[in-house]
């Protein structure tokens, strides 16, 4: 069975550019997580999605940051403007409806910003 | 705020040795921990959980304790290998939240 994938692996741009990552979930997986991680540091989380609904982004910074899960199934994360503080990996993960402990990771974005 | 956190940002331990990697945390209202695992380059992977009714449970060659009066949480690798050697992490659900809280890692080194 295929796992998380993400894409893409990596990413350089320059402050103030846009940029776009893009998560396929494990099938039949509903609830699907985007998380920063910082070099050294655990993940945070930034947005949870139950199917379509976006049921926890109280960590999102909207001013710059945007998701969304179109019917259901894969999800885009966007930055725009970047700076350079987002410079991270961003990973994506999925779990089943409920199983909020054992989550499957996909193996990240990482995103350089000049 | 509250925050879960590793006692020991690294741990270098010899191949066939055990292993124990702490965890403290400080919210008393989460109810399960769960140990994660991640090898350079890849996402956290899932190793074993534990609910706050429970102080040990055991998996293939790993074994989570729980103290709930100390809040402490442990992870035990028996006979280390060299694919054990990764960063670990635990983390919280803090009450009925549904929200995952990572501590910071813990590096395990295994030495040939």
């Known amino acids: 069975e295929a796992g998380v994938v993400q894409s893409p692996r990596y990413k350089i741009i320059e402050k103030k550019q846009p940029v776009a990552f893009w998560c396929n979930p494990i099938?039949?997986?509903?609830?699907l997580y985007w998380y920063l991680q910082n070099l050294g540091q655990g993940p945070e989380l930034l947005i949870r999605?139950?199917?379509?609904?976006?049921?926890?982004d109280s960590q999102l910074p909207k001013d710059r940051f945007s998701a969304e899960r179109l019917k259901g199934v894969d999800s885009t994360l966007k930055i725009q403007p970047a700076e350079l503080g987002d410079s991270a990996v961003y990973l994506c993960?999925?779990?089943?409806?409920?199983?909020?402990?054992?989550?499957?990771f996909g193996e990240g974005s990482r995103l350089t910003v000049l | 705020g509250e925050s879960v956190g590793l006692h020991l940002p690294t741990l270098s331990v010899q191949e066939g040795d055990n292993s124990i990697i702490n965890c403290a945390y400080s919210?008393?209202?989460?109810?399960?921990f769960i140990w994660y695992k991640q090898e350079s380059g890849k996402g956290p992977q899932f190793i074993i959980d534990?609910?706050?009714?429970?102080d040990k449970r055991q998996g293939q060659r790993v074994t989570v304790l729980l103290n709930k009066t100390v809040k402490h949480l442990s992870l035990q690798i028996a006979a280390t290998q060299p694919g054990d050697s990764a960063v670990y992490f635990c983390?919280?659900?803090?009450?009925?939240?549904?929200?995952?809280?990572f501590g910071q890692g813990t590096t395990l080194q295994v030495k040939p």
């Open positions: 534990i609910r706050s009714n429970m």
């Open positions: 983390a919280e659900i803090p009450g009925n939240t549904g929200k995952l809280i």
């Open positions: 993960a999925s779990s089943l409806e409920g199983a909020t402990g054992e989550l499957f």
């Open positions: 999605y139950e199917n379509e609904e976006a049921v926890d």
């Open positions: 099938s039949g997986h509903n609830t």
């Open positions: 919210n008393s209202a989460s109810d399960y």
